[in-house]
């Protein structure tokens, strides 16, 4: 494929992954990852999104007063993450026997699952000290894996039982932390492509366009319809995935 046919594939991934995030305040990684799969290797995809992911998150981690003690609940947590980034018995994103898309797959197709069932799962209460951690480190190893940071950590945060702004603002804190430890996993899976994360600020562009458009959108349609089509849209992606792997 030319570089002038990545480019605008890529551009239109990310305005539509942006648009995702734009309506439903998250979603944008998964999307960018699961549909550049589809035309370049996950490695190569998930060096992309880098940048684009952390930068579009940046906002959600105001105010500072509240971002301090947040970050001091989700201390565990974000450890938890980079540990399981790093030291995970998983097969890595760098692997060439197809295993990623094939566990990319499955992850889209679980979480696309969970979402439309969208049961909560219980408050920690007291344990939320000990499976912050834990919970931490499943979400890196299987980032390592796919690229994906869903799961089990969106579940996770929206057990924690926070008020709406206090969500947005943690789900900011473990979407950017995630994304860095995904950065820390590549690199220690030797597949961090330092020219390729340069290159990756371009598609800012489109994703803030398309954030743009999303919250257009929010105030006109049906934000639980559009969140139906769009994670029925992910289970059908993730079982081509499946199937093509």
Same mark, same amino acid.
């Given at each position: 494929?030319?570089?002038?046919?990545?480019?605008?594939?890529?551009?239109?991934?990310?305005?539509?992954?942006?648009?995702?995030?734009?309506?439903?305040?998250?979603?944008?990684?998964?999307?960018?990852?699961?549909?550049?799969?589809?035309?370049?290797?996950?490695?190569?995809?998930?060096?992309?999104?880098?940048?684009?992911?952390?930068?579009?998150?940046?906002?959600?981690?105001?105010?500072?007063?509240?971002?301090?003690?947040? =970050?001091?609940?989700?201390?565990?947590?974000?450890? %938890?993450? @980079? &540990?399981?980034?790093?030291?995970?018995? !998983?097969? +890595? *994103? $760098?692997?060439?026997?197809?295993?990623?898309?094939?566990?990319?797959?499955?992850?889209?197709?679980?979480?696309?699952?969970?979402?439309?069932?969208?049961?909560?799962?219980?408050?920690?209460?007291?344990?939320?000290?000990?499976?912050?951690?834990?919970?931490?480190? =499943?979400?890196?190893?299987?980032?390592?894996?796919? %690229?994906? @940071? &869903?799961?089990?950590?969106?579940?996770? !945060?929206? +057990? *924690? $039982?926070?008020?709406?702004?206090?969500?947005?603002?943690?789900?900011?804190?473990?979407?950017?932390?995630?994304?860095?430890?995904?950065?820390?996993?590549?690199?220690?899976?030797?597949?961090?492509?330092?020219?390729?994360?340069?290159?990756?600020?371009?598609?800012?562009?489109?994703?803030?366009?398309?954030?743009?458009? %999303?919250?257009?959108?929010?105030?006109?349609?049906?934000?639980?319809?559009?969140?139906?089509?769009?994670?029925?849209?992910?289970?059908?992606?993730?079982?081509?995935?499946?199937?093509?792997?």
């Amino acid at each position: 494929m030319d570089t002038a046919t990545l480019l605008l594939i890529a551009s239109l991934v990310f305005l539509a992954a942006g648009l995702v995030k734009g309506v439903i305040g998250l979603g944008m990684p998964t999307v960018a990852m699961g549909l550049l799969t589809l035309v370049m290797p996950p490695a190569a995809a998930a060096n992309l999104l880098l940048m684009p992911t952390i930068i579009t998150n940046l906002w959600q981690l105001m105010p500072l007063a509240t971002f301090r003690p947040l =970050l001091r609940r989700l201390a565990g947590l974000i450890v %938890g993450l @980079f &540990v399981g980034a790093t030291f995970n018995g !998983l097969p +890595s *994103l $760098g692997d060439t026997d197809r295993s990623a898309e094939a566990a990319l797959g499955i992850i889209l197709v679980v979480y696309g699952l969970w979402a439309l069932v969208a049961r909560r799962l219980p408050p920690p209460g007291r344990h939320e000290v000990w499976l912050s951690p834990i919970v931490g480190y =499943l979400t890196g190893a299987i980032t390592a894996a796919t %690229g994906i @940071f &869903v799961v089990p950590l969106v579940p996770y !945060l929206q +057990s *924690l $039982g926070l008020e709406k702004d206090r969500m947005v603002q943690a789900m900011g804190i473990a979407f950017c932390a995630a994304t860095l430890a995904l950065m820390a996993g590549l690199g220690t899976g030797g597949v961090l492509d330092a020219s390729r994360i340069g290159s990756s600020l371009v598609y800012l562009v489109p994703a803030i366009l398309g954030m743009w458009v %999303g919250q257009h959108i929010r105030r006109r349609v049906s934000e639980s319809t559009f969140k139906r089509g769009f994670f029925v849209a992910l289970i059908l992606l993730g079982l081509y995935m499946m199937r093509q792997a």
